[in-house]
């Protein structure tokens, strides 16, 4: 029978190879082994987001500790150094001693004879020389490795947020992120959502910023809670909420949330409409757009819609709207600490992003109504996806004004983690001139 590492190991290096979402391997995989036991699948689970998030420090140590060139290490030894660097420096409930003769037995199986040697001398001398991180006195490197971030990143932060900023957003790229859900409120009272949580041994803290905001703990997989099954809550950071409070729609309106999928923040805001009027959650692709129908009808919300739409073309069957939402496809940078392997994609890919957002926005915008509101909003923190796109949009949309949001001193806002709690996030708001 496979181990609990055994297990991590070969689906790291799946993951790597496959370039695979980290959530969708791992849930997977966990459906695969169902019959592991529940601490064996916390550890695989924490040991496997952990060696992603932390790769380039692991890799770091390894070039320094290593005898042989690093890119001459095989997949496999490369993974179980990972790991087991890993457990020595974040991971206080495994002692040294098991993190070092665990990571010998895996390297045991390969055909090399010498490689479980090479593993033992690796680790051992890592934890000789006190586990200290390398060094190299230059700045950005040095960051690079003290918090497992690019130093592409690193430089855009520090030039596009400044220092303090950018390293309080480095703090928080690493860690383990908040449970963050919404009570559905409309349909259920909070009593009766913190008891049915209660009964299946999570508590939560209610956000004092946002009604029907929660964090939880102690939880698990969200959607294996009974008060989930019942309807009584989405999984919904705080920031997203935000954005969707920003909207500010009212019952009876019409709402067009154009890049919706899996649907959280139409149900925000059908929720805040007291489901009263029309959500229009549009995605490109069938499959997503079911999500959002399913999750719909889960929280029994009526009033949203789901349906399939290609952003960036015209589609004369949709409306025009009292507010229209576009939460356009990102890097993802202010997401980096709930899926790491976002951090080590393709950075020309990134660079192609704004040309599609404008694209989507300035689509967007043409189904506002006189007088009504579009709201463009992103979960990454890089400003030419952000301020750059809500700029270029009013100087070619003279139709469009900027409007204060609604709990911010201007128009637009990026929100980091240490505002709120919530992932790094930007909102901006714009009103069709009447």
């Known amino acids: 029978m496979q181990t609990p590492r055994e297990i991590c190991m070969k689906l790291l290096a799946s993951t790597e190879?496959?370039?695979?979402?980290?959530?969708?391997?791992?849930?997977?995989?966990?459906?695969?082994?169902?019959?592991?036991?529940?601490?064996?699948?916390?550890?695989?689970?924490?040991?496997?987001?952990?060696?992603?998030?932390?790769?380039l420090t692991l890799d770091a140590v390894i070039k320094k500790y290593s005898s042989r060139p690093s890119n001459k290490?095989?997949?496999?030894?490369?993974?179980?150094?990972?790991?087991?660097?890993?457990?020595?420096?974040?991971?206080?409930?495994?002692?040294?001693?098991?993190a070092v003769n665990e990571s010998v037995k895996l390297a045991s199986g390969n055909k090399?004879?010498?490689?479980?040697?090479?593993?033992?001398?690796?680790?051992?001398?890592?934890?000789?020389?006190?586990?200290?991180?390398?060094?190299?006195?230059?700045?950005?490197?040095?960051?690079?490795?003290?918090?497992?971030?690019?130093?592409?990143?690193?430089?855009?932060?520090?030039?596009?947020?400044?220092?303090?900023?950018?390293l309080s957003m480095l703090r928080s790229s690493v860690g383990r992120p908040p449970v963050t859900v919404r009570f559905n409120l409309i349909r259920h009272s909070r009593e009766d959502i913190i008891h049915a949580l209660e009964l299946d041994g999570v508590s939560c803290v209610i956000s004092d910023k946002i009604e029907g905001c929660a964090e939880l703990f102690n939880c698990g997989s969200v959607e294996n809670l009974e008060a989930y099954r019942l309807g009584m809550i989405h999984v919904q950071d705080i920031s997203c909420q935000i954005c969707a409070m920003e909207l500010g729609a009212k019952p009876g309106?019409?709402?067009?949330?154009?890049?919706?999928?899996?649907?959280?923040?139409?149900?925000?805001?059908?929720?805040?409409?007291?489901?009263?009027?029309?959500?229009?959650?549009?995605?490109?692709?069938?499959?997503?757009?079911?999500?959002?129908?399913?999750?719909?009808?889960?929280?029994?919300?009526?009033?949203?819609?789901?349906?399939?739409?290609?952003?960036?073309?015209?589609?004369?069957?949709?409306p025009t709207a009292d507010r229209v939402l576009?939460?356009?496809?990102?890097?993802?940078?202010?997401?980096?600490?709930?899926?790491?392997?976002?951090?080590?994609?393709?950075?020309?890919?990134?660079?192609g992003l704004p040309g599609v957002q404008y694209d989507i926005l300035s689509m967007s915008a043409s189904y506002?109504?006189?007088?009504?509101?579009?709201?463009?909003?992103?979960?990454?923190?890089?400003?030419?996806?952000?301020d750059l796109i809500a700029k270029r949009f009013l100087e070619a949309?003279?139709?469009?004004?900027?409007?204060?949001?609604?709990?911010?001193?201007?128009?637009?806002?990026s929100l980091i983690p240490d505002d709120f709690g919530g992932d790094g996030f930007f909102i901006s708001k714009f009103r069709r001139k009447e």
């Open 17 to 55: 190879k496959n370039a695979s979402y980290s959530n969708i391997a791992l849930d997977r995989l966990l459906v695969k082994y169902h019959d592991l036991r529940d601490v064996d699948r916390r550890f695989i689970t924490a040991l496997y987001y952990g060696v992603i998030e932390r790769r």
């Open 73 to 98: 290490l095989s997949d496999a030894v490369r993974q179980i150094l990972r790991m087991g660097l890993y457990q020595l420096l974040y991971m206080d409930s495994v002692p040294d001693s098991a």
């Open 112 to 166: 090399n004879p010498a490689v479980p040697g090479f593993v033992n001398a690796l680790l051992r001398g890592f934890i000789r020389d006190g586990k200290v991180l390398p060094k190299t006195g230059d700045k950005l490197t040095d960051l690079s490795v003290e918090y497992s971030c690019p130093e592409w990143i690193i430089k855009m932060w520090l030039e596009d947020y400044g220092e303090s900023t950018a």
């Open 253 to 318: 309106e019409t709402v067009l949330d154009m890049c919706s999928a899996p649907g959280g923040k139409a149900f925000t805001i059908a929720e805040m409409m007291n489901d009263c009027g029309r959500v229009l959650a549009y995605d490109l692709h069938q499959n997503r757009v079911r999500l959002i129908a399913d999750g719909a009808k889960r929280l029994g919300l009526s009033s949203v819609e789901a349906g399939v739409n290609n952003a960036k073309q015209f589609n004369e069957d949709i």
């Open 326 to 351: 576009c939460d356009v496809p990102c890097s993802g940078l202010g997401v980096i600490r709930r899926k790491p392997e976002i951090k080590y994609s393709d950075r020309a890919a990134i660079g």
């Open 368 to 386: 506002v109504k006189d007088g009504g509101t579009l709201i463009y909003s992103t979960c990454t923190l890089n400003r030419a996806e952000n």
């Open 397 to 413: 949309h003279p139709e469009f004004e900027p409007v204060k949001l609604d709990n911010f001193p201007d128009y637009k806002v």
